[in-house]
């Protein structure tokens, strides 16, 4: 197995705390998307959840893959290969979705059509480094985009980047409408 390119053993502080708000039942089927090199998926597939995880990198879905076999939740992750700014590769909803440290408009529609009503959705865009400011959502943008069918339950979002750039980092976790 080649060794990861990134750090995978920081869990968002964020995420820890969203799993602290959502009703915990035995068992939650989970979409991690993009899912990276997986350290959200083990993490929550350690706490005895059910989690699909999706990135359009092979190299990261076979080191998921590779790290759940040889953990004790290799039963709970699924891993899928597909590119979530195109399409979901699968008919399935979910009690709840997450997309961290990535923001497309296209991922966004995407990713959050995946849960199911009542389910939750968690999103945390990447922090403000140098100029990637320029990949991150505009002001509003997320918030616009799921209040139709989501109810947002804890939002934190702050400017970034140059002043006219209405650049935002956002976290937020929403529930689903029922209907």
Known sequence: MKPPRRDTSGISGFLRDCFRII???????ILDAPCGYGRHTLWLAARGHQVVAVDRDPDCTQEV???????????????????????MPFDI??????MVHYFSLASLRIVSS?????????????PN??????????GGLV???????????EKDERSVGPADSNAVFIRL???RYQT
Do not use: M, Y
């Not at 009703?23 to 089927?29: E, F, K």
């Not at 909803?93 to 997450?98: G, I, K, Q, T």
């Not at 918030?143 to 339950?153: A, D, G, Y």
């Open 93 to 98: 909803e979910f009690d709840a979705v997450l």
């Open 129 to 138: 480094h140098g100029g990637n400011w320029k990949q991150l959502p505009q």
């Open 143 to 153: 918030v616009h985009e799921l209040t139709q069918r989501f109810e947002i339950l």
């Open 114 to 126: 995946a849960v199911r009503p009542g389910g939750h959705f968690l999103f945390e865009s990447v």
């Open 173 to 175: 976790l929403a529930r």
């Open 65 to 87: 893959r590779s790290r759940a076999e040889n953990s004790d939740c290799g039963g709970r992750v699924q891993c899928v290969v597909a590119d979530i700014d195109k399409t």
């Open 23 to 29: 009703p915990q039942v035995q068992s939650l089927r």
